[in-house]
């Protein structure tokens, strides 16, 4: 299982752009990358998943360059309510794998 | 998407006695669910793979005795954690992954998690 390396912390403001980079150098040909988001006292939520160049749903986007080394998640605008750990993880989407958290980055919003 | 739920939320229990968690697929058929434990300002650890119809697997360092895991049905796994001590006060998460339809693709669906207290 590939290994990811994410910042620790961000701090970021109210209607700012946030980019939270991960770097993946040991992905597998089958490997896609997820992102979750997870908040206090909760289970992870999916964020958005990709396999190469850029992927865009309603709430990021997750670049991707072509090593696949490495990837961006980019949230829009945050608000308040993004304050939560971002986790990025790398396996193959198919079948039962199971997935392996590394230790994420936590993501604070100011006013 | 798929929903999965845990049961309880949130429980105390005394030192010495044991606790089951239960993980359900609420919409799909799941053979194969995973169990997290978190503490406080951690990732998530893999503690082991619930197996439908047999034996879970178990990550290295997590003891099979202490921690009980039964996939009685395609529906349902639980945890039980046995003997409990307040070292084992924690938050348990489960997950299972479902198919994305029409694909091999699946995506992983997590419980809101249990938070277990041992006093």
């Known amino acids: 299982l590939a290994k990811t390396t994410q910042p620790i912390s961000m701090d970021s403001y109210e209607g700012q752009e946030v980019n939270i980079t991960c770097s993946h150098n040991?992905?597998?040909?089958?490997?896609?990358i997820t992102w979750y988001q997870q908040f206090p006292s909760q289970g992870p939520r999916f964020i958005i998943q990709g396999y190469k160049t850029k992927v865009t749903n309603e709430v990021a986007s997750l670049f991707i360059p072509a090593d696949r080394k490495s990837s961006t998640l980019s949230l829009p605008r945050v608000s308040l309510s993004d304050t939560a750990v971002y986790y990025c993880?790398?396996?193959?989407?198919?079948?039962?794998?199971?997935?392996?958290f590394g230790a994420g980055t936590r993501l604070a919003v100011h006013p | 998407g798929a929903v999965v739920s845990q049961h309880p939320s949130w429980v105390i229990c005394k030192s010495g006695t044991s606790v089951k968690i239960e993980c359900r697929s609420l919409?799909?058929?799941?053979?194969?669910m995973f169990w997290y434990r978190q503490f406080p300002k951690q990732s998530l650890m893999l503690m082991a793979t619930?197996?439908?119809?047999?034996?879970?697997?178990?990550e290295q360092g997590v003891e099979k005795d202490k921690f009980l895991i039964n996939h009685a049905s395609l529906t349902l796994s639980t945890l039980t954690v046995t003997s409990a001590h307040p070292e084992d006060s924690s938050f348990y998460i489960c997950?299972?992954?479902?198919?994305?339809?029409?694909?091999?693709?699946?995506?992983?669906?997590f419980g809101q998690g249990t938070r277990l207290t041992v006093v």
């Open positions: 619930s197996n439908e119809g047999s034996k879970a697997t178990y």
């Open positions: 993880l790398v396996g193959d989407a198919g079948g039962y794998n199971k997935l392996i």
């Open positions: 040991n992905i597998a040909t089958n490997d896609y």
């Open positions: 919409d799909f058929q799941a053979t194969t």
């Open positions: 997950s299972a992954r479902a198919y994305h339809s029409g694909t091999r693709d699946t995506e992983a669906f």
